[in-house]
């Protein structure tokens, strides 16, 4: 008995996530059938969450949209010293995590501001669908 | 104070198995009521370059498929048209399907062309329509899951392409 115990302690263990992922779990994804996680994440990439309202989670406060851009530019920054410094011409991918009850004009919203910074390149997120 | 007799050199020291057990059912417990089954998330990979009216230079010829999404007072989706010719459907489910059945028209009627070079959707939602419905447009001009052997599906590709217009004005 203690010996299943211990398997199941090693199995929970390994399983369980303590660090703060870039994941906001209250924000529902819209379903899409064709959501299929890909076979290679983004080099480099980070992540904005919006809420149903249309506001973004960033460290743990609700930004508006035109709020984020000193968040922007820092990342705008990081991305070009990080180019200048390997002397490589790699992009950094904005992946958008949106409610599936947010307005589809705030997400774009949020995609034309991250192009004034720089950003060309989008990852548009949806749950799984389960069947 | 009582002291316990220090032992002869003989003495055994027993494991206390008891506390060791509780110790390690209270460890479960904290696991498994910590442990938390994530849903599996998948990407759609939209590429936007910002592109400035001075550099414009004809493109080679591609096929640009205009998708519109009308949203009703709630945010719902009310309409959908392609190339400005409204498709049937009575509901979002009917409007959708009828979507992707016209993309895989245009891709099976134009060829999906070469990597990089297929025909191109831009999505114009309106401001106040569901990100839900954006999403099941890109999802109708992506592609289609396709049944090749009982419980095996298979994705059909149409379209890679997909970009959105600047927002829309917000309806007051």
């Known amino acids: 008995m203690i010996d299943m115990a211990f398997q199941l302690i090693a199995f929970f263990m390994v399983l369980i996530n303590f660090s703060e992922t870039a994941a906001d779990q209250q924000i529902k994804l819209p379903v899409s059938e064709l959501a299929r996680p890909a076979d290679e994440p983004p080099e480099r990439s980070f992540t904005l ?50 409610d599936a009850a947010c307005p589809s004009g705030k997400v774009q919203q949020l995609m034309q501001l991250c192009q004034q910074h720089g950003f060309e390149s989008f990852h548009l997120r949806a749950q799984e669908r389960e069947d | 104070m009582r002291f316990r007799g220090t032992g002869g050199a003989g003495e055994k020291i027993e494991l206390q198995m008891t506390p060791m057990i509780d110790v390690v059912f209270q460890l479960l417990i904290f696991f498994m009521l910590t442990f938390k089954l994530a849903v599996p998330e998948g990407d759609f990979y939209v590429n936007m370059p910002l592109v400035s009216a001075a550099a414009g230079q004809p493109e ?15 945010g719902m989706l009310a309409g959908v048209l392609l190339n400005d010719r409204p498709l049937p459907g009575g509901t979002a489910e009917e409007m959708i399907d009828a979507l992707r059945n016209e993309i ?35 999802t109708a001009c992506s592609g289609q899951l396709v049944e090749i052997a009982p419980g095996r599906f298979e994705v059909v590709k149409f379209v890679e392409k997909i970009t959105f217009p600047p927002p829309r004005e917000p309806v007051p």
């Open chain 1, 49 to 98: 969450n919006l809420n149903q309202d249309g506001r973004i989670r960033h460290l743990g406060q609700l930004l508006e949209i035109e709020e984020i851009r000193p968040y922007l530019t820092a990342e705008q920054r990081a991305a070009r010293t990080r180019r200048l410094a390997l002397g490589t011409d790699e992009k950094t991918s904005v992946i958008i995590r949106s």
């Open chain 2, 60 to 74: 080679e010829f591609q096929q640009e498929i205009e998708v519109r999404l009308r949203a009703d007072a709630q």
């Open chain 2, 104 to 138: 895989r028209g245009i891709v099976a009627l134009f060829g999906p062309g070469a990597p990089g070079e297929g025909p191109e959707v831009q999505i114009d939602a309106d401001y106040h329509l569901r990100y839900q419905y954006t999403m099941s447009a890109i």
